[in-house]
């Protein structure tokens, strides 16, 4: 008998060897897919996803910087209006008595004074 006219109904062990495989490849793409949840929570069970904090410059040339003090080499300078996109904040040298520095990620990874960033939406996560 050929593979082609073999009968309609499988053995249990066909079936069952069918079942784990199926359950597998399910698992497979649950484990390599990124979670695409948009629950009232604003999605990822209320977690913000890196990236998604965001800010605008305030301050006509912002220097960002290699690390969250302003004694630290400048990467590059940010505009004022510029969207900036944050990864996190951290305490570090103060700003005119601000002492926290927020992570960006727009190209390249600098440091920049969050005296001169306002957030748009949630503030970011802590490093």
């Not at 996190?88 to 440091?111: E, F, I, Q």
């Amino acid at each position: 008998m050929s593979l082609l006219s073999a009968p309609v109904s499988r053995s249990p062990l066909a079936r069952g060897l069918a079942t784990v495989l199926a359950a597998g490849a399910l698992a497979t793409a649950v484990a390599v897919t990124p979670a695409a949840a948009n629950d009232e929570w604003g999605g990822s069970g209320g977690r913000q996803e890196q990236g998604r904090y965001r800010g605008v410059v305030t301050a006509q040339r912002l220097a960002l910087r290699t690390s969250p003090t302003r004694g630290s080499d400048v990467i590059r300078y940010a505009r004022r209006g510029e969207v900036v996109s944050i990864y996190c904040k951290t305490p570090g040298r103060k700003v005119k008595g601000n002492p926290l520095w927020y992570l960006l990620t727009d190209g390249t990874w600098a440091w920049g004074a969050a005296r001169y960033i306002d957030n748009i939406g949630p503030a970011p996560r802590w490093c």
